[in-house]
């Protein structure tokens, strides 16, 4: 019998772009972009934990998905797009087959990846698309610290979540 | 779909002379899968099992003995999700479940799962009903028709367009029964569909069963009153396989396998705290936590007087939804009361200072679980303390796990129920608090392993707030009850 | 915490068809982008303003309002960063504060945000998120990419509700109060929180697999449809409708 993982592979995306959403509204503090939020622990987990797609996708339309249901929609695209890379190079550059632990440089290195990601990414697409470059610009400290903190957060949380529940090893994509 | 993919459905849906049993299960043996070094202890061994079409059988099983995991068996989803070793042939209407994906069992075999939660896969219950219709392939007139009728059985007509999760636990099964019953297959798997269900529905789910040439599987857990005369056959779990013995045989081993005819472990304590301390609740009115947005009036909870004292043991029973756990909520220090005094040791509390006071063990124990070993779950709070030395928590520690039950290197996450239930309870018997709020214990644990619970709890001498919906339990516990109705708290 | 972005109500809005809202919204937003008259921008706007308080009330207009309001202080604030060189409108001294073209690009900025912004709230608030997802779907959206936006929002109320659950059971296990910690150790002790609620979402998976495939997601059987969009009876009047009026708006207002 074939062993057809499609249900499996919506499942877990479903359940984490609701992770992802739920974690982006959650905790707020408002600034000019929106709100500083949680969303990089998620997004930080899912890449860790899980595999590229479901990092992709579940931080894409996670994000954008929180966006339209708190009413900025024009940033929905946005973050779709700056999030979902995020959550793609990130799992991209931790992944591995086995259960060693991640080396630190790599670990360093997706961290790096992940701020640069995020302030760059909303930094040139908001230059772009909504304000000027100074109103741009001045989000990006706010996007550092809010990524930074988050990929350290993630990192802790993931090890937790795979020490306090060993089965979700088996899932991944 | 390939040629012999489409003959077993074919085979499925007109299987007539000879008539194949509906069910036949041949030598089971399943294993979990073990995340961690210990093996996990096999749950059947040689497992044999033939129910006939048409037939209406009852399998009763004790707790936690691997009830629900022979239904996922028989669903075809374990091992599928549910990672294990399976040895056994498993036929469902002739054909072999090995060479069948679940999703063709649609029409043949319907689960309807003990927690409603888990089968949920829609954003209100229309959709839910209409999901499995629109994988079958039916036209739109069809399946309004049979919606419809479904809702319109069950009682959920209004509710057709709310969201799942502002149901009720009763309301949530009755949306399940309904989907099974539009779905219309040939046999119905029901695990403890009784369970959450108001006496009127839990007879119009017997009139069901009992009609019709369904054949249909019901496994539970406790034998209830609505049982008797329903069945042709009984069945039971006993050590790993089933057997059928004469039903009054059956009925004294089932309660002999649920612990049933051992002491009430209540019955040989006696409780003598240390300091006698007094929690009171005067004129207490409270907003009532609106459960969704379908209730037409928000009712206030009003408590006249409660009380409870270090060493005592008080029940608090009521229907679903009539204010149980927006009182305990506020008792607990969560939420907050209008007006009223809740009192202890003459001093008047609230919020945080009442929460370090009195612990609410939530009804579910996975809530405050997220370490990796028991050993670290147990000694986190000790350890956020400064004023206790290692050795001392080490102590401590020990003889908690001793007392509950509990092995320290075991994984919460893979451990059984009745045991993450004990090792709540253990967290907050280390926390120490003078009072505890049990909400809802009895559920999904048997009377034995709850009672036991609440009397490793009483060790040191708390005053205990059991909350139930099952008088029976509350008479097994036999102390003072409250009764509330409709936000009206009383003493009985 | 609610995700719901529908306002109930009975305005022309919520009878005009969900494909064609989509689609004037997705148009709206490049017409924004083109170069257009300022005093034509602000006309969209202000009609788009008045359509949607015709559809769902003030308050919903003064909401949305409010929520974009940091953002336009911010913009406001940013005006002398913008176009340096150029006519001096409101100097300090010989220090150039705000030139006419900072200005003009402010308002620009300002304006084309408030449309965008009201036009996709618009259509959040007067289409149902079902009939939005059938409207994508009858786009050619792939099946699966629609169920698992609709199975996303599904969980997520019971997510956000487990959240606050295991927040509530952790903070009556803690000894101490919330007040006077360092942010440092605050997020230390968001972690046993975050761990336990994203074990509680982890153990959901398999099970939603699990009902997907007994309730028949897998077969390669076509699968029919409960709801569709028939009731709306004008799907190709109404675009045809928005397209001729951003047409118009195009001509009226563009920028020889």
Redesign the interface.
């Known amino acids: 019998m074939q062993q ?1 993982r ?3 592979k ?6 984490l ?3 992802v ?2 974690f982006t ?2 905790v707020r503090i ?4 929106g709100y500083l939020n ?1 969303c990089d ?1 998620a997004i930080c ?1 899912i890449a860790f934990t899980f595999g590229p797609w479901s990092a992709f ?1 579940a931080a894409g ?2 994000t954008a ?1 929180a966006d ?7 940033w ?1 695209p946005i973050s779709f797009v700056v999030h979902g890379v995020e959550g793609l190079l990130i799992a991209l550059i931790v992944r591995q087959k086995g259960n060693e632990a991640v080396s630190f440089v790599r670990k360093l290195l997706a961290g790096l990846v992940c701020i640069a990601t995020v302030s760059l990414g909303y930094f040139a697409l908001s230059a772009l698309f ?6 741009a610009a ?1 989000e990006i400290p706010g996007n550092i610290a809010q990524s930074g ?1 988050g990929f350290v ?1 993630g990192l ?2 993931a090890s ?2 795979k020490k ?2 060993p ?2 090893r088996s ?1 991944s994509w | ?1 390939g040629p012999s993919q489409s003959d077993s459905t074919s085979s499925l849906a007109k299987s007539r002379v000879p008539m194949p049993n509906a069910l036949s299960i041949e030598h089971l043996s399943f294993t979990y899968h073990s995340y961690v070094q210990k093996q996990c202890e096999s749950l059947f061994e040689n497992l044999s099992l033939q129910i006939e079409e048409g037939s209406k059988t009852l399998l009763l099983a004790p707790f936690d003995k691997g009830k629900t995991t022979l239904a ?1 068996i028989m ?1 075809g ?1 374990c091992p ?3 990672p294990g070793t399976l040895e056994g042939t498993i036929r469902v209407f002739g054909t072999d479940l090995a060479t069948l ?6 029409s043949v075999c319907s ?1 309807v ?1 003990q927690n409603p ?7 209100s219950v ?2 839910e009903l ?11 007139e069809e ?2 028709s049979r ?1 419809d009728a479904a809702l319109q059985h069950w009682g959920l007509d209004r509710l057709r367009t709310s ?3 502002e149901l009720s636990g009763g309301e949530r099964k009755r949306v399940l029964l309904a989907a099974t019953e539009a779905i219309d297959a040939r046999f119905w798997i029901l695990d403890e569909a009784f369970d959450d269900l108001d006496q009127r529905w839990r007879d119009q789910l017997k009139e069901m069963i009992g009609k019709g040439n369904k054949t249909v599987l019901v496994l539970a857990s406790r034998y209830l009153a609505e049982f008797d005369g329903l069945f042709d056959r009984m069945l039971l779990l006993d050590d790993k396989k089933v057997v059928s013995p004469p039903q009054q045989q059956l009925l004294s081993r089932f309660s002999q396998l649920c612990q049933d005819d051992l002491a009430n472990p209540l019955a040989s304590q006696v409780c003598t705290p240390p300091d006698v301390r007094q929690l009171v609740c005067t004129d207490l009115v409270a907003e009532r936590r609106r459960m969704s947005t379908l209730e037409e009036a928000s009712f206030k909870v009003h408590v006249p007087h409660f009380s409870l004292q270090s060493g005592e043991l008080v029940t608090l029973v009521g229907p679903n939804g009539s204010g149980k756990s927006s009182f305990s909520r506020i008792l ?1 220090g ?1 939420d907050g009361y209008l007006s009223g005094f809740i009192k202890f040791d003459g001093t008047s509390l609230s919020g ?1 200072e009442l ?2 006071k009195v ?2 063990l ?1 009804q ?1 124990p ?6 990796p070993t028991v050993n670290d779950e147990l000694s ?2 000790l350890r ?2 400064r004023d206790l030395k290692q050795e001392e928590i080490r102590r401590r520690v020990a003889a908690c796990a001793d007392l509950f039950g509990l092995s320290l290197s075991d994984t919460p ?1 893979t451990m059984s129920y009745p045991l993450r239930k004990a090792l709540q309870a253990a ?1 907050y018997y280390l ?1 120490d608090r003078p009072f505890y709020i049990l909400d809802e214990l009895d559920s999904a644990l048997t009377y034995h392993t709850a009672l036991s619970i609440i009397r490793d709890l009483r060790q040191n001498g708390a005053g205990i707030l059991l909350i139930t919906h099952d008088r029976q339990f509350a008479k097994r516990v036999q102390q003072r009850t409250y009764s509330i109705e409709k936000g009206r708290l009383c003493e009985l | ?1 609610t ?1 719901n ?1 529908f306002v109930a109500g009975k305005g022309l809005l919520y009878r005009f068809d969900p494909r064609a809202k989509l689609l004037t919204v997705i148009l709206l937003c490049i017409w924004f982008f083109l170069p257009v008259s300022l005093v034509g921008l602000y006309t969209v706007v202000g009609l788009l303003v008045l359509v949607g308080a015709l559809n769902t009330g003030f308050s919903h207009i003064a909401k ?1 309002f409010l ?2 309001l ?2 336009l ?3 406001v604030l ?1 005006m002398p ?2 176009v340096r060189d150029g006519e001096s409108l409101i100097s300090i001294g010989s220090f150039t504060l705000i030139t006419t073209e900072g200005l003009e ?2 308002t620009r ?1 300002a304006g084309r ?1 408030i449309g ?2 009201y036009a ?2 618009l259509l ?1 608030a007067t289409t149902v ?2 009939e939005v997802m059938l409207a994508l779907r009858s786009f050619h959206l792939p099946y ?1 990419a629609g ?17 606050s ?2 927040a ?8 101490e ?1 919330d007040q006077g910690k360092r942010i440092v150790q605050r ?1 230390k002790d ?3 929180t ?3 609620a ?30 569709d969009l028939s009731s709306y009876r004008h799907p190709f009047t109404h675009t045809l409708l928005s397209c001729i009026m951003l047409v118009v708006f195009w001509v009226l207002f563009r920028v020889q």
């Open positions: 057809n499609n249900a499996l919506v499942a877990m995306v479903a359940v772009t609701a992770v959403v739920v509204l959650v408002p600034t000019a972009k949680l622990v987990f996708i339309l996670g998905l339209l249901i708190s009413g900025y929609a024009q929905a909504i304000s000027t470059v100074s109103v001045a903190v957060l802790g949380v937790a979540v306090a529940y089965p979700v899932l | 779909m996922k669903c989803v599928k999700y549910f994906e679940p999703w063709q069992l649609l689960y799962s939660q888990e089968q949920f896969i829609a954003n229309e959709e209409a999901f499995p219709l629109e994988s079958l392939g039916l036209g739109r399946m309004r919606i969201s799942e999760q607990c969560l945080k929460s370090k612990g609410y939530f579910n996975d809530l405050q679980i997220f370490l986190w709070s956020r303390r996450a967290v926390l | 915490m995700i972005t949305t929520s974009i940091p953002m202080l911010f913009m940013f960063f913008n690009q402010a900025l945000f965008i912004t996709c709230t959040f998120m079902q699966k169920l698992v936006v609709t199975l996303a929002f599904t969980y997520i109320p019971f997510i956000a509700e487990s959240f659950q295991i509530e059971s952790h903070s009556l296990r803690e000894a109060s997020l968001l972690v046993p975050l761990t336990s994203l074990v509680v979402a982890l153990r959901s998976i398999p099970n939603l697999a699990m009902s997907l495939e007994l309730r028949g997601f897998g077969s390669e059987q076509k699968r029919s449809s409960f709801k």
